[in-house]
C-alpha cells in the first residue's frame, strides 16, 4: 500500500469557486501534515502545515485532518487562476527510528478565469 | 534575505563524470535534506542530515554522496555509479532537532541536472 494517495487530476475548477484536494496516508504513528504547491518547472513552496484533528484557516486555504480516517484534505476559497499549481500533500512518517517526509505524486490544479 | 540557495539552477553532465550540486541555508536550521524528483513521480529522499558531521541514507541513496562539514552546507555529489542522474535536484532545510519529530521543510529552488 502506497503510503500517501493523492488523486493526480488534473482538477479544474472555475475561478471563484472552491477547490477540494484530497489525501490519504497508511501510517496511523505520522503525526505531521503538509500541502506545498508547485509551479510547473519550480520547487515545492509550503503553503499549510497542520497538526491536530479538525480545520485550520489561513487566508483563502483551510487545512483538514482526521486522523481516524487517515485523511488530509486542503480546501481553496475564491479560487484564482494564479492558483493553478501541483498541490503535495507530505506526511510526517516513522521510520528508523526518527521521522521522515513522504510525499504523494500530486494533484494538478487548474483554475479557468 | 533568509533561505536556501542551490546552484547552478541547470547542469550539464557528461555520462560517468561525477558532479556536486551545492546547497546552502542561513536560515540556522538544524536539518538539512536532498530530494529528487521525476516527471509524474513525487519527492523521493536521497540523503538527510540532522547535525554537522551527521547523515543517514534515504530511500534512494545508491549512487550519491553527501557531506555535513558546516550547519550552513550540504552539498551532493551524484556519481558515475548513479543509473539515472538526469532529474530535478531539491535541497531542503528545517528546524528538526533529533527527538523532537519533524517540522516544516522549506525547499531551495532546485538544480536541473541533465547527464548524456
Known amino acids: 500500500q502506497k503510503e500517501v494517495e493523492q488523486n493526480s487530476g488534473p482538477l479544474s475548477v472555475p475561478e471563484g469557486a472552491i477547490a477540494s484536494l484530497n489525501c490519504t496516508y497508511s501510517?496511523?504513528?505520522?503525526?505531521?501534515f503538509f500541502w506545498y504547491r508547485q509551479y510547473s518547472g519550480k520547487s515545492p513552496e509550503l503553503i499549510m502545515f497542520?497538526?491536530?484533528?479538525g480545520d485550520k484557516e489561513d487566508g483563502r486555504f483551510t487545512a483538514q485532518l482526521n486522523k481516524a480516517s487517515q485523511y488530509v484534505s486542503l480546501l481553496i476559497r475564491d479560487s484564482q487562476p494564479s492558483d493553478s499549481a501541483t498541490y503535495l500533500c507530505?506526511?510526517?512518517?516513522?521510520?528508523?527510528?526518527?521521522?521522515?517526509?513522504?510525499f504523494g505524486k500530486g494533484t494538478k490544479l487548474s483554475v479557468i478565469p | 534575505d533568509g533561505g536556501i540557495t542551490q546552484s547552478p539552477k541547470y547542469l550539464f553532465r557528461k555520462e560517468g563524470q561525477n558532479v556536486t550540486l551545492s546547497c546552502e541555508q542561513n536560515?540556522?536550521?538544524?536539518?538539512m535534506y536532498w530530494y529528487r524528483q521525476d516527471p509524474g513521480q513525487g519527492l523521493r529522499l536521497i540523503y538527510y542530515?540532522?547535525?554537522?558531521?551527521?547523515?543517514q541514507k534515504g530511500d534512494i541513496a545508491e549512487g550519491y554522496s553527501v557531506s555535513r562539514e558546516k550547519k550552513e552546507s550540504f552539498p551532493l555529489t551524484v556519481t558515475s555509479a548513479q543509473k539515472n542522474p538526469t532529474a530535478f535536484y531539491l535541497c531542503?532545510?528545517?528546524?528538526?532537532?533529533?527527538?523532537?519529530?519533524?517540522?516544516?521543510?522549506?525547499f531551495g529552488p532546485g538544480t536541473r541536472l541533465t547527464v548524456t
Open positions: 531542503a532545510s528545517s528546524l528538526t532537532r533529533l527527538g523532537q519529530g519533524l517540522r516544516e521543510q522549506y
Open positions: 501510517d496511523r504513528g505520522s503525526q505531521s
Open positions: 497542520i497538526y491536530s484533528n
Open positions: 507530505a506526511v510526517n512518517v516513522p521510520k528508523d527510528g526518527s521521522y521522515q517526509l513522504t
Open positions: 536560515l540556522n536550521h538544524d536539518a
Open positions: 542530515s540532522q547535525i554537522v558531521n551527521d547523515f
